[in-house]
Structures are given as structure tokens and as C-alpha cells.
């Protein structure tokens, strides 16, 4: 019986305990909600006061314009006994015929339709033409340096740079044919002494200016690719038509 009056004793003083924190709780929510309100309806009236000032001052603002448009319709409007003003009647000379006045603006669309009909060029056709063409007596040195680039290429040329000039000579006369070694002859005549890498670069020159390879320029960037020995790029620049270049020549087509 005592361990009831016990239980029943906890039980009461927990049920206080919760209805005591309630109690707590809710007014300390009730004035952190007054708080809140209070806060917005002071914001609210402070907003409300400057929305009227700015208002009051937009309708001064639409006043004043108002006045300053009615001012210059005043000064701008025609006298009333306005000064008779003398006028000459313009006549062309003799002999001299004025051409009639255009009656019409010009048909862009029908300019610009004339313009892609000029520029519309049969691409398969005009790269046939051109690949058809003789290279020149230069295409064979194009090709050899086209070889030197592929046969040394840029970490061989570094290695071969830290050996002696005269080695780098005896070990390039190995390694290249009759044509690659006129261009070597070349570059040493010119430069004097041997570098691999700087005779890589020699070289590169000689591929781009005297190089067979074709490639077209166009502004569709669709047509981008490679399709055999034609190369085709996409130029953001080009409107309407084709530029071809093959080696150290160009043929433009495009605008």
C-alpha cells in the first residue's frame, strides 16, 4: 500500500511538472507572438508613410511636366497676325533634268537572294577543280618537310638538341632521304649552325607554304570534317559560300 501512495505521489508531482511547463511555454509563445505583430505593424506604418511622401512627391513630379508641356505648346504655337513670308518658287536650270524621285524602297529580299545565287558555289565541283590543279614545282618539297615533321617529332627534336651540332648533323643525314636533305642544306646555309628543334621548326614552315594538303572553309558547321585528302572547317566568319585553301594559295568564294 505504501508503494502505491508513492506511485500515485510521483504521479502527481510529474503532472504538475507538465501542466506548470505549459503553462510556461504558452505564455512566453504568447508574448513572443505579440512581439512579432507588434514589430510588423510598426514596419507596416512606416511603409505606409513613406509610400504616401514618395507619392506625394511622383504627383508634384507629374505636375511640374505637365506645366513645362502646356509652357512650350504656348511658346511653339504660330503668332496670331503672323508676318507674310516672301517665297521664291524653285525652278531648274535650263537644260538641266532633275531624275524622277524613287517611289519605292529596294527588295532586300530579292538583293540578298541575287547575292546567295552568286555565292552559292557547287563545292564538289570547285574542290575537283582544284585538287585538279598542278601543285607547282614546290609540292615535293612540301611533302618532304610533311615527312620530317612525322619522322621527328617535337620530344625527339628536344632529345636531339641536347647532343653536340655535329652529332645532331651526322644522326639527321641517317635518318632523311634526297629531298629532306636539301631542305636540311638549306637550313644550315642560312643558319649556320645545327639544331634540331629549330630545323623541326624550319621545316614546319616549309610544310605549311608548300604543302599539297586542301581544306575548305565554310560557315555551316555541319559540314565540318575530313573526307580524304580535304580537310573542311567551320569559319564563324564566312556568311554564304566556300574559301579553299590548298598549300600557299587561296580561292574565296565566300563572303
Excluded at 512581439?35 to 511622383?58: A, C, I, P, T, W
Aim: with cysteine; charged share 30%; net charge negative.
Amino acid at each position: 500500500m505504501r508503494y502505491v501512495m508513492i506511485f500515485l505521489a510521483v504521479l502527481v508531482v510529474l503532472l504538475l511538472m507538465i501542466a506548470f511547463m505549459f503553462l510556461v511555454i504558452r505564455q512566453v509563445s504568447d508574448r513572443v507572438t505579440g512581439q512579432v505583430n507588434g514589430r510588423y505593424m510598426r514596419e507596416l506604418s512606416v511603409f505606409d508613410r513613406l509610400y504616401e511622401e514618395k507619392k506625394k512627391k511622383l504627383e508634384e513630379l507629374e505636375e511640374k511636366e505637365r506645366l513645362y508641356g502646356v509652357n512650350l505648346m504656348k511658346k511653339d504655337a504660330p503668332a496670331k497676325n503672323p508676318a507674310k513670308v516672301q517665297t521664291v518658287a524653285e525652278t531648274p536650270a535650263a537644260g538641266l533634268e532633275l531624275p524622277p524621285a524613287s517611289t519605292g524602297q529596294t527588295d532586300f529580299g530579292e538583293a540578298y537572294r541575287n547575292v546567295r545565287n552568286e555565292f552559292a558555289v557547287d563545292r564538289s565541283a570547285e574542290i575537283r577543280g582544284i585538287l585538279s590543279l598542278d601543285p607547282g614545282p614546290m609540292a615535293e618539297t612540301g611533302k618532304a618537310a610533311g615527312r620530317i615533321l612525322t619522322d621527328l617529332p617535337l620530344e625527339t627534336a628536344y632529345s636531339l638538341s641536347t647532343l653536340d651540332p655535329e652529332e645532331q648533323d651526322q644522326i639527321l643525314r641517317q635518318c632523311l632521304d634526297e629531298e629532306e636533305l636539301k631542305i636540311l642544306e638549306q637550313y644550315l646555309d642560312e643558319n649556320g649552325t645545327m639544331d634540331a628543334c629549330g630545323f623541326r621548326e624550319y621545316a614546319s614552315v616549309f610544310s605549311d607554304l608548300y604543302s599539297d594538303k586542301t581544306t575548305v572553309y565554310t560557315g555551316n558547321p555541319e559540314s565540318a570534317g575530313k573526307d580524304g585528302r580535304v580537310e573542311t572547317v567551320y569559319d564563324e566568319g564566312i556568311c554564304e559560300g566556300v574559301r579553299v585553301v590548298r598549300g600557299n594559295r587561296m580561292f574565296d568564294y565566300s563572303i
